[in-house]
């Protein structure tokens, strides 16, 4: 197959012979893939004549080598591409990759340019070895074979490895860099600024989660390891101090500050902030404030 795009002059050259298969992000168990920025992905095993030109392509390419060799050529470089390498060209930034030899085998990723991503933005083109692909690839080959199945469970399981095609990606992309705990640390206290400027909404651990664009349990686990508590009992915590800013700060009624911080029934509220505070909301206001026990 030849494809040639005359407006921005972009090449695909997909020889007979070769075996692609692309995860299907349309399922209903991709949602987590797509949410985290995932806008293709799949494994190829390529042969003699395949190359791909982009002149200005809109998302970040990163390609996996776990056997054979590739060329990728750039507007300042030209590397050679290894087994057991990866390489990763930003938005915007023209590259023309192709096989060298008779077969090359990637395992391949388009992303999304957002803030999932930032760290492949700021490092510009990259070419790095990686520590290991077969967990990943594992996972992938499980979406892969999972997405063809008419089994009941079967969007459970398509969930669950998509959490690990994501797990095993960022480890990959990450390994090496400093930056993977503060980034990790960025976007949860991204969710719970999020949160605390809109304590109203009724939030659980899967909305939260989806603004990370991370599976509910393994936000839980990232929640507790930064911040050594759940989720909900965080928000709770800050729900609770938006509360004493009301009860010190205004002359609202009970009922209405606790419809502002997310709880309809006022019983629900008070007996919350009893429980955070020792003395109920109405106690708190007389006695001017009091420090939580």
């Known amino acids: 197959m030849v494809e040639n795009d005359e407006n921005l002059c972009n090449t695909i050259i997909i020889p007979p012979g070769c075996n692609e298969q692309f995860l299907n992000l349309n399922h209903p168990g991709a949602e ?23 002149v200005a392509p809109e998302f970040h ?13 750039t507007r300042d470089q030209e590397i050679a591409i290894n087994k057991g390498s990866y390489f990763s060209v930003p938005p915007g930034c023209f590259n023309n990759y192709r096989i060298v030899g008779d077969c090359w085998n990637i395992v391949w990723f388009h992303l999304q340019d ?28 499980g979406f892969l074979l999972e997405s063809v199945t008419e089994n009941l469970d079967s ?27 503060s980034s990790l640390q960025t976007r949860l206290s991204q969710v719970f600024h999020t949160a605390n400027q809109n304590p109203e909404k009724r939030w659980s651990t899967q909305s939260l989660a989806a603004l990370a664009a991370l599976s509910p349990s393994y936000f839980t686990r990232l929640c507790r390891k930064v911040y050594d508590t759940s989720p909900m009992k965080l928000l709770t915590r800050l729900r609770m101090e938006r509360a004493v800013f009301y ?34 909301p109405s106690q708190f206001r007389k006695k001017g404030g009091s420090k939580p026990v």
């Open 32 to 54: 987590l893939l797509t949410k985290g920025g995932v806008l293709a992905a799949g494994i190829s095993e390529l042969v003699d004549g395949y190359l791909i030109k982009r």
């Open 247 to 280: 009860l010190l700060n205004t002359d609202y009624p009970i009922y209405i500050i606790s419809q502002q911080i997310g709880y309809q029934d006022e019983f629900a509220f008070s007996t919350a902030f009893k429980r955070y505070a020792g003395v109920s």
């Open 114 to 141: 957002d803030n999932n991503w930032t760290r492949l933005r700021t490092r510009g083109v990259a070419y790095k070895r990686f520590n290991s692909v077969e967990c990943l690839t594992a996972a992938m080959r």
């Open 61 to 73: 390419t990163v390609i996996f080598t776990t056997a054979g060799e590739g060329h990728l050529l």
């Open 155 to 181: 969007e459970l399981v398509i969930r669950s490895y998509a959490e690990l095609i994501l797990v095993y990606l960022r480890r990959e992309l990450d390994a090496g860099d400093d930056i993977r705990k």
